[in-house]
C-alpha cells in the first residue's frame, strides 16, 4: 500500500515536502507518480520517479520549483514543492504504475 502525508494549510511562497510510504510491495522496481487533483479539475500528473533508472519528470506547473527523490532505507518517495502557488491547492496522490493508490493528502495553499 501506499500512504500519503506532509499536506497541510501554506502561504503562498512556502514550501511544503510531501510524503509517499510504500509497504507490502517491492515499490523501487515501480515508477512512482504524484497526482493532484484541485477541485473542479482534472486529475493532473505532477512528478514521475522511474523505478529502472531514477530519471524524473516534472509538469510544467511545477518544473523548477518541485524536486521528487527517494529515501529507499525509509520505503518512501517525497515530493518537495517550493514557491507556493494559490493553484497548488489541490489533493495530492501517489501512485505506483496505476497498481496502488495512496488515499491522498490536501494541501491548501493560501495567498
Known amino acids: 500500500q501506499l500512504v500519503e502525508s506532509g499536506g497541510g494549510l501554506a502561504q503562498a511562497g512556502g514550501s511544503l515536502r510531501l510524503s509517499c510510504q510504500a509497504s507490502?510491495?517491492?515499490?523501487?522496481?515501480?515508477?512512482i507518480v504524484w497526482y493532484r487533483q484541485a477541485p473542479g479539475k482534472e486529475r493532473e500528473g505532477v512528478s514521475c520517479?522511474?523505478?529502472?533508472?531514477?530519471?524524473?519528470y516534472y509538469a510544467d506547473s511545477v518544473k523548477g520549483r518541485s524536486t521528487i527523490s527517494r529515501d529507499n532505507a525509509k520505503n518512501t518517495v517525497y515530493l518537495r514543492m517550493n514557491s507556493l502557488k494559490s493553484e497548488d491547492t489541490a489533493v495530492y496522490y501517489c501512485?505506483?504504475?496505476?497498481?496502488?493508490w495512496g488515499q491522498g493528502t490536501l494541501v491548501t495553499v493560501s495567498s
Open positions: 501512485n505506483a504504475d496505476d497498481v496502488y
Open positions: 507490502g510491495f517491492p515499490w523501487d522496481e515501480y515508477n
Open positions: 520517479l522511474n523505478g529502472d533508472d531514477g530519471s524524473t
